[in-house]
């Protein structure tokens, strides 16, 4: 039983344990994005209190991938959501290709994390390891926008992940 324990206790020495980015904000709620009959992803987004205030931060937006999507396709799709709500400029073009740099091809199971910081810092996590960030205030807004704005193209996804719609 001894010997047990000590590989218990050496096998947990060596693995690298994550804390969650999501640890410390609270659910707001969660959403699953469907396209036809395919499931893309289930998202959940959170805050320090389990409620959603636009603009306010810190706030987390977290992303399940169940099927596989390359990062280009993740950049094109992040373009063609700005350009619809009209929040496409030489910014984002600048955005995305700091996006590029930093999202990886994304694998069935994986996770997408953007959590933004009380200065409006926006920190992204791939399966819990920060992958890169983006300074500018600005991004934030229009980032989370693709989901969070009432403009957005799924409504029903947005109401469910700013809690107004149970699950």
Known sequence: MK???LWVCLLFSILPIHASPVSDLELVG???LQVWFWDVYESALYSPDGLYQVGSYPQALEIK???DIAAA???DA???QWQRLSLWS???????LTLSDIWPDIRRGDTLVIKVDQ???SHFYHNGDLIGQIDETTFADSFLSIWLSEDTEYPKLRARLIGVTPP
Do not use: C, M, N
């Open 3 to 5: 010997k047990l324990s």
């Open 30 to 32: 969660q959403a699953k």
């Open 65 to 67: 991938y169940l099927r």
């Open 73 to 75: 396709d993740l950049i």
């Open 78 to 80: 992040t373009r063609e």
């Open 90 to 96: 030489e910014q984002s073009q600048r955005w995305l």
């Open 119 to 121: 200065q409006g810092v």
